[in-house]
């Protein structure tokens, strides 16, 4: 039986120092092979390596994590699987770090959720995607789950297959009852009535100060859940909104069952016809979280506030 080509190590790194020299090794390692190689790290870890490689950085496509991946969900489909699409035939390299200690507790179920469903998005690919983690300013909890999610090691001591590896465990744990709001607007829709849904959650982003496209992106989002309600969650369901922090919620519950793992974290080519409502979510939210059972779905679309 042939090995996975697919190869998912998680670095473990301690210091300033110790992250750009392990990761511009494996972004120079790529391009002495001639292979494509794309990092995408949060802001303060991107001016490391792009300062570390000096004229070679224009050889690499560098995003900002903080940016291209705000929502865990929009990572698989908008930065990875969007530059490993684009070399077909290739062995394709990517630094990715999704997980930072700026992460708050809200996003990091997400955020595990997306590092073990990586394994099962890649599989069979020749793509290689290194995930650096923060040894010294992550919580301990966080490093046993990289363990799960990875089943390579890589650390100051070299590199070892992880004993823990079970990525599903980690997508398991993590698809729980989200916890109640306080105060919220609601309305119960089915065919009759969903563009009272896009109303209510247009005329709430509106009060808070969100406008132009961003109010577009908001309806689209609420339009987007409720037509998977109607077609897949029972023919009806149950919109809330409310602001948590700085972030408007719009939640949409039903009593459907969303059973493919990877549903709304794959592109879709635009010449095929089928369902892209998961996908349009994940896209344009600044989080997404996600309860699924059978007998009942819960998905909620954050969405930052302006700064007042």
Not at 153 to 173: C, F
Not at 231 to 237: E, L, S, T, V
Request: with cysteine.
């Amino acid at each position: 039986m042939l090995a996975d080509p697919f190869v998912h190590p998680a670095l473990f790194y301690r210091g300033d120092r110790e992250y750009a020299t392990a990761t511009t090794a494996f972004v120079r390692e790529g391009l002495a092979s001639d292979e494509p190689v794309a990092v995408a790290v949060p802001s303060a870890n991107l001016k490391l390596i792009e300062s570390e490689l000096g004229v070679d950085a224009v050889r690499v496509q560098l995003l900002d994590m903080e940016e291209a991946g705000r929502n865990p969900g929009r990572i698989i489909p908008a930065v990875l699987r969007a530059f490993a699409d684009r070399h077909p035939g290739e062995h394709v390299r990517i630094i990715g770090e999704p997980i930072w200690p700026g992460r708050t507790a809200t996003e990091y179920p997400a955020c595990a959720q997306h590092e073990a469903l990586i394994n099962f998005a890649f599989a069979g690919r020749r793509v290689t995607i290194l995930c650096p983690y923060d040894a010294d300013r992550l919580d301990p909890a966080v490093l046993d789950e990289a363990a799960l999610t990875h089943p390579v090691i890589r650390d100051g001591r070299g590199e070892r297959p992880s004993d823990a590896y079970a990525p599903q465990q980690v997508v398991r744990a993590h698809n729980l009852p989200l916890g109640e709001p306080g105060e919220f607007h609601s309305v119960r829709f089915d065919r009759a009535n969903l563009a009272a849904a896009r109303t209510l959650a247009a005329a709430r982003a509106a009060e808070l100060g969100l406008d132009g496209p961003r109010l577009d992106d908001i309806r689209l989002v609420v339009a987007e859940l409720g037509a998977n309600s109607l077609d897949h969650g029972g023919g009806a369901g149950f919109l809330r909104v409310w602001t948590e922090g700085d972030r408007l919620v719009c939640e949409v519950s039903d009593t459907g069952h969303i059973t493919d793992q990877l549903a709304g974290r794959e592109p879709v080519d635009p010449r095929i016809a089928g369902s892209r409502g998961l996908l349009i979510v994940n896209l344009l939210s600044d989080l997404v979280r996600v309860h699924t059972r059978e007998g009942g779905t819960t998905v909620r679309a954050y969405f930052d506030l302006p700064a007042r």
